[in-house]
């Protein structure tokens, strides 16, 4: 069964600094996209950051960047310069079921990231 | 781009009635639409992938009587709570995956169902 692990329930950061969001994940696919999702406190579902399995290179969206070490089927997220707005829960997502032809993902159990000013 | 709207955002009903959600998109077609319950500060449990013009496949556990999906458009999927009961109070969220390359979901702002 596919799984997707993120052991930090909860992480905490100041302002303007550095955090690291970890994720591990189990898939038999060979090529396939992750994803980190951010839920603020409206509940809205916001796509952060994606990575394309096949891609070398670690993805980057301006203050987000992951860190992907696919042999390892790590896919932690990182955030710099934090903000107050950055605080939310942050969710990694793989390949569900099926695999990516089927188009479900998998999410983790999710980390509630506080911001402190 | 990428817009998917949910409908209604909050909804109290009595127990024993059904209450329907829609979950459109906005500006794009879809044609798999997702549907997710959550409970507070958990994950998203997805409940049924609904492809257009089909019927929706169910996951384990999830009672297809009482959940019932219809993806009618390719940009309109409804999700009826039949029967409902305070246990199904809860967070429901859509997704719709578009036809693009990188099989990422846009999400519904969720609506929030409470059952008296």
């Known amino acids: 069964a596919q799984t997707v692990t993120q052991s930090q329930p909860e992480m905490s950061v100041q302002e303007a600094e550095t955090v690291t969001l970890s994720c591990t994940y189990d898939?038999?696919?060979?090529?396939?996209?992750l994803f980190w999702y951010k839920q603020p406190p409206s509940r809205q579902m916001i796509l952060v950051i994606r990575?394309?399995?096949?891609?070398?290179q670690n993805a980057t969206e301006n203050r987000f960047s992951v860190n992907f070490q696919k042999a390892a089927k790590s896919f932690s997220l990182k955030i710099s310069d934090s903000q107050l707005g950055d605080a939310a829960m942050y969710f990694c997502?793989?390949?569900?079921?099926?695999?990516?032809?089927?188009?479900?993902?998998?999410f983790g159990q999710g980390t509630i990231l506080t911001v402190h000013p | 781009g990428a817009v998917v709207s949910q409908h209604p955002s909050r909804v109290i009903c009595k127990s024993g009635t059904s209450v329907k959600i829609e979950c459109r998109s906005l500006?794009?077609?879809?044609?798999?639409m997702f549907w997710y319950r959550q409970f507070p500060k958990q994950s998203l449990m997805l409940m049924a992938t609904?492809?257009?013009?089909?019927?929706?496949?169910?996951e384990q556990g999830v009672e297809k009587d009482k959940f019932l999906i219809n993806h009618a458009s390719l940009t309109l999927s409804t999700l009826t709570v039949t029967s409902a009961h305070p246990e199904d109070s809860s967070f429901y969220i859509c997704?719709?995956?578009?036809?693009?390359?990188?099989?990422?979901?846009?999400f519904g702002p969720g609506t929030r169902l409470t059952v008296t």
């Open positions: 997704s719709a995956r578009g036809g693009g390359a990188f099989h990422e979901q846009y």
């Open positions: 898939t038999s696919e060979s090529d396939y996209y």
């Open positions: 990575q394309e399995a096949y891609k070398q």
């Open positions: 997502a793989s390949p569900g079921a099926g695999g990516t032809s089927y188009g479900k993902l998998t």
């Open positions: 500006d794009f077609q879809a044609t798999t």
């Open positions: 609904s492809n257009e013009g089909s019927k929706a496949t169910y």
